[in-house]
Each structure stands twice: as C-alpha cells, then as structure tokens.
C-alpha cells in the first residue's frame, strides 16, 4: 500500500513563529499536494507540486510556501504563524494527474497556534 | 466553476437500517467523481470512484454509489449501516482541478 506520512500529529505553535510541516510519500508519486480542512468549508487546496522543484498554488496559499527538493517529500512553510492557521493540515499524493486513481492522504497534523 | 454541495450537515441512521449520504455537484464536461470516509483525528481514505461505464459503483467497507447524470448526483448508499461507520464523509469531483464538498457527519446509532 501506498504510504504518506505526515511527521507530526499535533503541534502547538507561537504566533509568528516558522513552522514546517513535512510530508512524505513512499510509492514514486508525481503529484503532491497540502489542503487545510476546517469544519463546513471542507477541503481547500493550498499548494500542489507536479514534479520536483515545481510548485503551483491552490485555492488559499496566502501565508504559506511550499518546498519539493526530492520527489518523494513535499514541505508545507508557515512564514510566520497567525492564530487564523489554526486548522488541520492534510498531505495527499497521486499516481499520475489523471486522478484515475484518486488521492491517498496522510493522516493528517492538527496544528494550533496561539 | 466546479462545485460539490453535500446539503446535508449530519446524517443519524439506526444500525442495520439503509443508509444515503447525499452529493451534487456541477462541472462542465464528465467527471470524476469520488467519496472519502475521515475518522477521527485521520486523514481520508478513499472509498469508491466513478470514472465512466456502469452508473452503480461499488467500494470498500460494503458501500456504494449512484451516479445520475440527469440530476448531477453521486449518492453514497450502504444496504445495512453499521456503528463502526460513523464518520465524516467527503464527496469531491475532478473537472479542471479538484473539488470537495464540506462534508456530511454519519452517525449510526446503536
């Protein structure tokens, strides 16, 4: 099976702090992607990577940056954390960009910042 | 513009009775049309697709899904609700890019 595995479960974060959130996919996936879920808005897409050092942005990435050195780990950066980024962050890979086969996500990182 | 509406917040089903969880959606050519399943405090997992071909699709866990073209529907059904699937259902459909909807709370009651 497919793993993607996001390093931290919870964090507890400043405001204004730096805050990396590392996910990393083990099947040779192209595609990575970050989402923020929060309750009633769903999923929204904050970053997404086709390829390695390419990167595009979603739907939201106001306040983030992303990183993809390797092909197999895509990096979510906080450049300086606000209370409003308070959320549960998932990672997502996929097979090709034809989504023939869907997402398979991470597990998910709860971050709150106070 | 793509969009998924899941009109219902919460759903609360008795155990082994049939279950529906609703999705609508609108996007211009065909789509691909998906249901996830979140448990608590994990991120989601995939449970069934439609691509193309048979409108009734089957997936895991003994779920499945109508999709109705006429109505732009992709209901997710199970026969018998069990307590182990309450959860957080997301529908979602690929058109341009990839869309989900806000998602609908299970609840199977015991």
């Known amino acids: 099976d497919v793993k993607v595995t996001q390093s931290s479960r919870y964090l507890v974060k400043r405001t204004g702090e730096k805050v990396f959130l590392e996910c990393v996919q083990d099947?040779?996936?192209?595609?990575m992607f970050w989402y923020r879920q929060d309750p009633g808005l769903g999923l929204r897409l904050i970053y997404f990577?086709?390829?390695?050092?390419?990167?595009e942005k979603g739907d939201i990435p106001e306040g983030y940056s992303v990183s993809r050195e390797k092909k197999e780990r895509f990096s979510l950066i906080l450049e300086s954390a606000s209370t409003n980024q308070t959320s549960m962050y998932l990672c997502a890979s996929s097979l090709d960009r034809s989504l023939a086969y869907g997402y398979t996500f991470g597990s998910g990182t709860r971050l709150t910042v106070v | 513009a793509q969009s998924v509406a899941q009109p219902e917040d919460q759903v609360n089903v008795a155990e082994g009775n049939p279950l529906t969880v609703k999705c609508t959606y609108s996007?211009?050519?065909?789509?691909?049309l998906f249901w996830y399943v979140q448990y608590p405090n994990r991120g989601l997992q995939f449970l069934l697709k439609y691509i193309t071909g048979d409108n009734l699709v089957k997936g895991s866990y003994g779920f499945e899904a109508e999709f109705n073209k006429s109505q732009t529907s992709f209901h997710l059904k199970k026969p018998s609700a069990l307590v182990s699937d309450s959860a957080l259902y997301f529908c979602?459909?690929?058109?341009?890019?990839?869309?989900f909807g806000p998602g609908t709370r299970l609840s199977v009651l015991p």
């Open positions: 996007v211009s050519g065909n789509p691909y």
């Open positions: 979602a459909v690929y058109g341009q890019n990839f869309v």
């Open positions: 099947m040779d996936h192209e595609n």
């Open positions: 990577s086709y390829d390695v050092k390419m990167k």
